[in-house]
């Protein structure tokens, strides 16, 4: 079974320049969420998609940010236009079921962003 | 608000011997418990949660980890370590109602050596 799969996995861009990464989740899973690590910091809740709706979007920063999941099956984040602080690296996560809050996450290896 | 605090950035240990990465935590309720391992260019891999019940649970590797509600902590440990545990451990906490929503700590940063 394949796990949950991000794309791509290093980008480098100018300021002012858009990125957009994408996460495929596991098969099935209907949670897919977004987290964030900025350098030697804590990785940080973004959003959190039940099939193509937004469950919690609490996280996100601003305005710049965009995610979207049509069709309830691969997901999308946009960034337009970067700045500098959105160096880190955005992880993308699935499980198939939330509400008990006993299931883990499966994560995938991450997309590394950095900004110029 | 909740948060979760390790106090190390790297732990290192000698193989063979038991290692400990510290956790506490900060929530409003009854906590759901977590940690994570990064090994290079991997994601994170779950390792062990505590829901309810007895307050030791065991996870993969042979890791353990002891809940401790008087001192809102939740350390990780193994009897003896070995240098392919080497990684970066994340501890963290489920908030109260709110699903698979993780609130993480900064990491901590193991390294076994011979």
């Known amino acids: 079974e394949a796990g949950v799969t991000q794309f791509p996995s290093h980008s480098v861009i100018e300021k002012g320049q858009t990125v957009t990464l994408r996460c495929d989740p596991i098969s099935g899973h209907d949670n897919l969420y977004w987290y964030r690590r900025v350098m030697g910091k804590e990785i940080k809740f973004l959003l959190h998609f039940v099939k193509e709706s937004k469950q919690d979007e609490s996280g996100m920063p601003n305005n710049r940010f965009l995610a979207e999941r049509t069709g309830g099956t691969y997901s999308t984040l946009k960034v337009q236009p970067a700045e500098l602080e959105d160096s880190g690296v955005y992880f993308c996560?699935?499980?198939?079921?939330?509400?008990?809050?006993?299931?883990?996450?499966?994560f995938g290896e991450g997309s590394r962003l950095t900004v110029l | 608000a909740q948060s979760v605090a390790q106090p190390e950035d790297q732990v290192n240990v000698a193989e063979g011997n038991p290692l400990t990465v510290k956790c506490t935590y900060s929530v409003s309720g009854n906590p759901y418990l977590f940690w994570y391992v990064q090994y290079p260019n991997r994601g994170l891999q779950f390792l062990l949660k505590y829901i309810t019940g007895d307050n030791l649970v065991k996870g993969s590797y042979g890791f353990e980890a002891e809940f401790n509600k008087s001192q809102t902590s939740f350390h990780l440990k193994k009897p003896s370590a070995l240098v392919s545990d080497s990684a970066l451990y994340f501890c963290a906490v489920s908030l109260t109602g709110g699903g698979n929503k993780l609130t993480f700590g900064t990491g901590t940063q193991l390294k076994v050596e011979l």
């Open positions: 996560a699935s499980s198939q079921d939330p509400g008990t809050r006993t299931g883990e996450l499966f």
